[in-house]
């Protein structure tokens, strides 16, 4: 397809459980993004890929969040011991290079809830 | 840090009449964009209009248009003859230069009443 696609669309899952996402970016898009919207909030950035550079982890909110990245194209959210609190929608976005802001493509997100 | 603050939670319009959306920042750079993204209920973030902060001439794109007062770090939203499929929840960002990442405002649920 031509835009970023994510999935499962949506997830439901038990605390304490681990989850994973699945995002794959425009292909040829070096750079891709994951942010976190909680309900009725703006955007939330948790981590940055840049090619084959060390990826900027600064918006991850505990180590109970991790992300991986293969070369320039699939990359997986991981969370770990869900809490409730992790309930949200994970959104991803590529952009051609993640150059001068260049203006980022979204995905329809996945839709996470912890009971 | 830089912040977004969107002061208004919602706005309604009617079809075919304007409507502006406001946006502050604050930053102490000099290198920086503005954004303003739109996201209808099917969650997807699409892009309106996009500025960059050294430009004095204000972005625009067909019907959306933007008044952006740098002294003031304000970054408003103007839509022009609005439509139904207008409505939504509307995003400020602000990404620095030389930075990736995007700082979001709260958002803005637009609506449109016909």
């Known amino acids: 397809g031509a835009g970023v696609s994510q999935s499962p669309s949506n997830k439901v899952t038990e605390k304490g459980k681990d989850v994973e996402l699945r995002c794959d970016p425009i292909s040829g898009h070096t750079a891709l993004y994951w942010y976190r919207q909680r309900l009725g909030q703006g955007l939330e950035f948790l981590i940055y890929f840049q090619g084959n550079s060390a990826p900027d982890k600064s918006g991850l909110p505990s180590d109970r969040f991790s992300a991986e990245r293969t070369g320039e194209s699939v990359s997986t959210l991981t969370i770990q011991r869900t809490q409730q609190e992790d309930s949200a929608v994970y959104l991803c976005?590529?952009?051609?290079?993640?150059?001068?802001?260049?203006?980022?493509?979204f995905g329809d997100g996945t839709r996470l809830s912890i009971l | 840090a830089q912040t977004v603050t969107q002061s208004q939670p919602e706005m309604s319009v009617q079809e075919a009449e304007t409507v502006t959306l406001s946006c502050t920042y604050d930053t102490s750079e000099s290198d920086y964009y503005l954004f303003w993204y739109k996201q209808p209920p099917s969650r997807q973030m699409i892009l309106v209009i996009r500025q960059e902060a050294y430009k004095q001439q204000n972005a625009t794109e067909n019907r959306f248009s933007v008044n952006f007062q740098k002294a003031a770090k304000s970054f408003s939203l103007k839509i022009s003859d609005s439509q139904l499929g207008d409505a939504a929840m509307y995003f400020c960002?602000?990404?620095?230069?030389?930075?990736?990442?995007?700082?979001f405002g709260k958002g803005t649920k637009l609506t449109v009443n016909p």
């Open positions: 976005a590529s952009s051609p290079t993640g150059y001068r802001n260049q203006p980022q493509h």
């Open positions: 960002a602000y990404g620095r230069g030389g930075s990736e990442k995007l700082v």
